[in-house]
């Protein structure tokens, strides 16, 4: 791949499904030298020239993690799933529902994981991958204005080669997002923020 990404020279890209490589269950991670964010049920490499921002559900937990990259923003998130491992389907066909009714365009394409979705509203392109996992869905999102969208989605793909999922043995329900835990001293940074607002 010639980007700037900072994973190497591979990607998933649409010819490339036959490619070994991630997302990878926790029990079959590699043994490399990537540094990965650790967020508990997901461990994701963070792009170069990237920033975090992180979504705080007003009850307290963490609702997300993006990845604000100088083409667009990612955001990467995990769900429980049956075994049968076709939650994608489903989701994706509820996605294109609900972006239809918000007013935009819609249209598959073919990837390396699996069909994804493009969606074109006024202001914003995106890109919705998913991944089926042993128990657990990967979703991908690439988020950025139209002319960038295609290194954006480089970017995305390049995060998701090398994304550890953690889906834990506990029972959840089919859909139930799986937990995101900030590494302490990101949590501290947030908690002091919020702090120095209420002051």
Not at 24 to 36: H, K, N
Not at 130 to 146: E, F, I, K, Q, T
Request: proline share 8%; glycine share 8%; with cysteine.
């Amino acid at each position: 791949m010639d980007d700037d990404s900072g994973f190497g020279d591979e990607h998933r890209g649409q010819d490339e499904s036959d490619v070994e490589g991630g997302p990878y269950d926790s029990q079959e991670a590699p043994d490399d030298e990537i540094e990965r964010l650790d967020l508990g049920s997901v461990r994701l490499p963070v792009p170069e020239n990237s920033q975090l921002q992180v979504e705080i559900d007003p009850e307290g937990p963490v609702r997300a993690v993006h990845l604000l990259t100088p083409s667009g923003r990612l955001t990467v998130s995990a769900f429980a799933a049956p075994r049968t491992g076709d939650l994608w389907q489903e989701v994706r066909q509820e996605l294109v529902e609900q972006l239809r009714s918000d007013g935009a365009t819609v249209r598959f394409e073919d990837g390396g994981w699996d069909t994804e979705l493009v969606a074109e509203t006024a202001k914003t392109s995106l890109r919705f991958v998913g991944v089926d996992g042993p128990r657990w869905l990967l979703r991908g999102v690439a988020a950025s204005p139209a002319a960038d969208l295609d290194a954006c989605t480089k970017l995305l793909y390049a995060v998701i080669d090398e994304t550890v999922v953690d889906r834990g043995s506990e029972p959840m329900p089919v859909r139930t997002p799986l937990p995101i835990e900030l590494p302490q001293e990101i949590a501290a940074h947030i908690q002091q923020q919020q702090e120095q607002a209420q002051a």
